[in-house]
């Protein structure tokens, strides 16, 4: 699974059959058709201004929620998201509008740890075992952007 994950993201961009896959993913995840944790993250596109749908799975721990970007800082939706002031639309369902705040790199570790367990398609991305030690994740905090979600203020 790794090698065609790595494949559909070299160079940490979507391939054609990647975009085709977020995009029926985006839809499903939206209408609810998938874990809890698995939802549709719409974000203005930085150039265009058009929405752009992504989806996301949102690691819950200690009461808070976060988005995790398995493809490092270089991930289009992390650009988009930093130019919008970080303000969002998740769906499941139902629009929720919120705002992503960045989360400090050593504050890290335990929610990239929750995300994988929650996030089979990421640990592909991620150079951790999702069992290992806090200490491993805290080695590549720095690479990976961790957004909290704060409600209500989208």
Do not use: C, K
Request: glycine share 10%; hydrophobic share 50%.
């Amino acid at each position: 699974m790794g090698g065609v994950m790595t494949w559909m993201y070299r160079g940490g961009r979507p391939n054609r059959l990647a975009r085709m896959m977020n995009a029926l993913s985006a839809w499903q995840y939206g209408a609810g058709l998938a874990p809890r944790h698995w939802v549709t993250m719409e974000v203005p596109g930085r150039r265009t201004g058009r929405i752009v749908s992504v989806p996301i799975v949102v690691a819950d721990l200690d009461g808070e929620r976060y988005v995790v970007s398995m493809l490092g800082a270089g991930a289009n939706w992390v650009a988009n998201v930093r130019a919008a002031d970080g303000r969002v639309v998740l769906r499941r369902r139902r629009r929720e509008p919120v705002r992503l705040v960045e989360v400090p790199v050593a504050q890290r570790p335990a929610i990239l740890r929750r995300h994988l367990a929650l996030a089979p398609g990421a640990r592909a991305h991620v150079p951790v075992d999702r069992h290992a030690p806090l200490a491993e994740f805290a080695r590549v905090a720095a690479d990976i952007p961790v957004f909290r979600v704060v409600a209500g203020t989208g």
